[in-house]
């Protein structure tokens, strides 16, 4: 892709949320010894918003994710969710982490549960959900997200795809405020990517307010709201996907997009 027309005269910081802010980072420092891993973040994301947040390998995008669930601590600056700030730890916390979903790269669904009890035990242990509505609740998640049919399974029985989504409707039967996806797609075969990219992209569509890192660049085309680049710890270009596929900005990105483009 090259630009298609001039650079607009505006600061590389100036798309703004669509809606009132769920989450706010604002100015949040950590370090790895002497790795500063995040720099400065500011970062809002507008309830409803579909945050797509891309960089090379090593820009600190896992560790921004974990921040904002709270599986890493922060240095220095704050970060609230839905007005509130992040509880170090006890029941806040475990609230928070049901407020706020995360999929990961790698499965990670409890090998000897079904997949049925996966999208259960939230529920009923953090929740406080009685079993029988959970199990409708997770049924109904299933059959959304494609696996009615694989209920009664074990992870190990499903495809790479279908655990992902299994994992997807784990995070959802908690009800989150909040998903956050980091590289979901990444360890799937190419042909299982589409069936779980559908899955986020109608959850975008329903109104979930979504964080999401991924080298999926269609997906950040078509579902994101608003495309974050990352290098070296720092958001060094935010702006609307089209603006910033067709006219980044720095140079970082420029060169970023010629690579993986
Ligand atoms: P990305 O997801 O963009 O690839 P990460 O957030 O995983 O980047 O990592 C950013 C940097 O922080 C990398 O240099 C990585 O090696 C380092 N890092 C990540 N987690 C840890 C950790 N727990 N301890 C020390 N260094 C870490
Ligand atoms: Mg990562």
Redesign the pocket.
């Known amino acids: 892709d090259s630009p298609v027309s001039p650079a607009p005269a505006r600061s590389e910081r100036t798309v703004p949320p669509s809606g009132d802010p769920l989450v706010v980072l604002d100015r949040v420092n950590k370090h790895?010894?002497a790795?500063h891993?995040l720099q400065d973040i500011d970062l809002t994301v507008a309830r409803g918003e579909v945050v797509v947040v891309i960089?090379?390998?090593?820009?600190?995008?896992?560790?921004?994710c974990r921040t904002i669930n709270r599986l890493e601590t922060i240095d220095s600056g704050s970060i609230t969710i839905d007005g509130r700030p992040l509880p170090a730890e006890g029941r806040e916390l475990a609230r928070l982490r049901a407020d706020v979903g995360m999929v990961f790269q790698s499965f990670n669904l409890f090998a000897h549960k079904t997949v049925l009890e996966n999208v259960t035990l939230g529920q009923t242990k953090v929740r406080k959900i009685t079993r029988e509505k959970a199990e409708q609740t997770a049924r109904t998640l299933l059959d959304r997200v494609g696996v009615g049919g694989q209920a009664d399974k074990y992870p190990a029985q499903l495809s790479g795809g279908q655990q992902q989504r299994v994992a997807i409707a784990r995070a959802l039967a908690m009800d989150p405020k909040l998903m956050l996806f980091?590289e979901p797609t990444s360890a799937l075969d190419p042909e299982m990517i589409n069936e779980v990219l559908e899955v986020m992209r109608q959850l975008a569509r329903d109104g979930m307010t979504m964080v999401v890192?991924t080298h999926e660049m269609g997906f950040a085309r078509s579902a994101a709201n608003r495309v974050v680049f990352?290098a070296d710890?720092r958001i060094v270009e935010e702006a609307a996907p089209d603006q910033f596929f067709s006219n980044p900005r720095s140079d970082r990105a420029k060169d970023f997009l010629s690579k993986i483009l």
């Open positions: 790895f010894g790795l891993v960089g090379p390998s090593g820009s600190g995008k896992s560790t921004l980091d890192v990352m710890g």
